[in-house]
């Protein structure tokens, strides 16, 4: 990669018919062969837990420029992608590997409302990650300008399991007012519970 930020594609693909997510592993792991090949980084491909079709995943992949094209996943279309720019997290991309549940939690923002919103992210998580009863780490917040006056950003969060997603709603209070504070400056949110193919 080189001195600029990459660009991080996420798409959304779906299949002929539902898939077990277990059929979907080798498939996971010969497009992240093909995005290696291409030069990209295989940030991770996911299977939906709560709030995506059955017929669907994620792709997450990241590359320099804007000008690549994401490799095919094996009997998939792609509906829908974007690209984002990375804000504090990631500081580089890393393929993931960490087994769990990892929460794709989109929001809108008003520009104004970004360099806060960042902030407020940043600081939340210095005492979210050290929770007591739930192990949780974000490992991405991306932004995308979206319609006219709006960004739209992605918060990927990875826990352990569903329980500690649960548990983690009652963050130590640091963390809960931050968030609260977010929450102020966001339209909406829409989460999306997946697992690492």
Known sequence: MSASPP?????????????????????????????RDAGLVPWGAFAGLLGLRTDEAFLVAAGEGAGWQLPPFDRAAVTEQADFA???????????????????????????????????????????????GYRAEPRALLRRDADPGAVAMLLITWYDSLESWERSRTPPPAARENFQRRAALTRWALPIATRLL
């Open 86 to 132: 990375p804000t504090v997290r990631p500081v580089e991309p890393v393929p993931q590997h960490t087994p769990g549940v990892y929460v794709f939690r989109t929001f809108e923002i008003a520009p104004a409302d970004l360099e806060p919103f960042v902030r407020l992210s940043a600081e939340a998580w210095e005492s979210f990650e050290h929770g007591p």
């Open 7 to 35: 660009v991080y594609r996420v798409a959304r693909v779906r299949f002929e018919r539902p898939r077990p997510a277990e059929s979907l592993r080798g498939p996971a792991e010969d497009w992240a062969a093909a995005c």
